[in-house]
């Protein structure tokens, strides 16, 4: 089986930046990550320094992610010696046992994490994790809230609170949730298209109107969201063909809604450019536009 | 209810390459069928065939503005296929979770209003895998406004071990890291929804003999 540098013929450095990238930015794409990272330890861990550690660990988390319990407990066996006694080593045992459905077990071992030092948080967010695996939501839901009281800062957690209220359909706690989130995060787009489409699928004219200037805050924060750039267009062509506004309100959001659609279609000329396909997507979008196009009243 | 459902081999590997792509995450698509003669409701004890299908979202499937960009635009490009929506599929996070939330209720109702004989399709996430024998879906349909599963000896397979193998060899290959769904147009409008790329190489595998899909 061809290895990975031969492949995409890149050097060790490049496989060891790679991983550094994918950690930074948090990506999930764990099957590249047992790719790259289970090669790059096997030929080249004598390189790699004190780097080796955050690596084992990166990819022993991945391996789970893959089913890869051979290559998981080889990471973790290497942590363990290295860092015998260790909470940081420890949480990852339970993640393998989370991970072959011993919840139990894995619940155990992060309480005893928790008895040696109460202020782990990640051990508290495991066994959260383990509530939300099960399917116990609202359970996990409680115990988030809880952690969140002491740990008001954790961006993290509360963005996961506002997942967990999405998938539990409780939209009025999940934009409070998200409100969190852009008081400390203001110049993030994504936590403002995300509120916005929250207020948008709880409907009703007032939300419908908070939506829109979120969806348009979150386009000023980055104009190239797409998301944020229908969003504004869906919100504001409800908006004035709502019976429940003024015709002030109307005129305002027709002109909102035709600005919207002009980017829009601009943006899929832009993408347009060459493909065959990229042109259906490109037709539909006009179309869908045409369609939606409100008479002012 | 009496009539009976068809899956080719394109809607249903794309489906499950869907799923795969992200196996973490709830996943939801809408499935396509050629027009019949006829128009609108079910052809008189015919069959529904689900021919194609587009995979929607692998994030926040419950926030409707972005479904109903979707859904505007599938419909215009279905009509211009000569081709509608005729049901929806869903694949929840949790391994274990088979069953139709509300989500997925509401969906599927919303389409049942254009099309009497629409049909949700859920995946039974534990037995995908490279070794499933029987199609790993539960299907359901609506009669007297409930979703109630449907007779599984009205569901039929165009070339069900054709269809495994072409599902077995794409998903082996990592295809399903090429499959494009709304949410990953909508972070970048020039990837395409209608998944042509995947659609030839379907194509390509499935047996000559057969002719079509």
């Known amino acids: ?49 004190d780097d080796v550690w955050i ?35 420890k949480r990852l045992a339970g993640m393998r046992l989370e991970a072959l459905e011993r919840y139990d077990e894995a619940f155990k071992m992060y309480n005893d994490i928790l008895q040696d030092d109460s202020t782990n948080t990640a051990a508290r967010k495991r066994k959260i994790a383990i509530l939300k695996a099960q399917g116990k939501s609202t359970e996990a839901i409680r115990e988030l809230n809880e952690y ?23 939209y009025a706690k999940a934009a409070f949730s998200l409100e969190e989130l852009m008081m400390t995060n203001p110049h993030n787009h994504l936590y403002c298209e995300q509120y916005a489409e929250v207020k948008y699928t709880q409907g009703g004219i007032e939300n419908l109107e908070l939506s829109r200037k979120y969806f348009a805050q979150a386009l000023k924060l980055n ?19 709502s019976p429940k506004a003024s015709a002030k309100v109307k005129k305002d959001n027709v002109k909102y809604a035709a600005w919207a659609a002009s980017q829009i279609n601009r943006a899929y000329q832009l993408a347009g450019h060459g493909t065959k396909e990229t042109k259906c997507s490109l037709k539909a979008v006009e179309e869908m536009l045409e369609s939606m196009q409100i008479m002012p009243s | 209810m009496s009539c009976e459902v068809e899956f080719s081999a394109l809607a249903f590997v ?51 503005a972005m479904t109903e960009v979707a859904l505007q635009q599938i419909d215009i490009w279905c009509a211009r296929k000569q081709q509608r929506i005729v049901g929806y599929y869903h694949a929840n996070a949790s ?51 409930k979703w109630i599963l449907k007779d599984k000896n009205l569901v039929m397979w165009k070339q069900w071990e054709d269809t ?50």
């Open chain 1, 1 to 49: 089986m061809a290895s990975v540098s031969d492949m995409y013929d890149v050097t060790w450095e490049e496989m060891r930046d790679k991983l550094r990238k994918w950690r930074d930015e948090n990506y999930r794409n764990s099957e590249q990550i047992v790719e790259v990272g289970e090669e790059l330890i096997q030929e080249h861990a004598s390189k790699l320094g």
């Open chain 1, 55 to 89: 690596i084992y660990e990166q990819v022993m988390i991945a391996a789970l992610d893959c089913s890869r319990d051979d290559l998981a407990t080889t990471c973790l066996h290497e942590l363990q010696k290295q860092f015998q006694g260790s909470h940081r080593v």
């Open chain 1, 148 to 170: 969140l009281e002491q740990f008001v800062g954790d961006q993290e957690a509360w963005h996961e609170l506002a997942e967990l209220y999405i998938n539990e359909h409780d």
């Open chain 1, 223 to 241: 104009n190239r969201n797409m998301r944020a750039l229908f969003g504004l267009y869906m919100s504001a062509s409800h908006i004035g063909a």
């Open chain 2, 14 to 64: 794309k489906l499950l390459l869907h799923a795969s792509r992200f196996p973490h995450c709830a996943v939801n698509g809408v499935l396509l069928s050629e027009c019949s003669e006829g128009g609108a409701g079910a052809p008189e004890g015919g069959c529904v065939c689900v021919s194609d299908c587009v995979p929607l979202f692998h994030s926040h499937l419950s926030l409707s």
């Open chain 2, 95 to 145: 391994l274990t979770d088979n069953s139709p939330n509300t989500v997925v209720l509401k969906i599927g109702d919303k389409i049942a209003e254009q099309f009497g004989n629409a049909v949700l399709v859920m995946v039974e996430n534990s037995k995908v895998s490279l070794d499933y024998g029987t199609p790993p879906v539960i299907l359901y349909v609506k009669k007297d406004s």
């Open chain 2, 164 to 213: 495994k193998r072409v599902a077995d060899a794409l998903s082996s290959a990592k295809a399903y890291n090429q499959l494009i769904d709304f949410d990953c147009h909508l972070d970048d409008i020039r990837q395409d929804w209608t998944n042509h790329d995947i659609n030839a190489k379907i194509a390509e595998l499935c047996s000559p003999a057969n002719g079509n899909l």
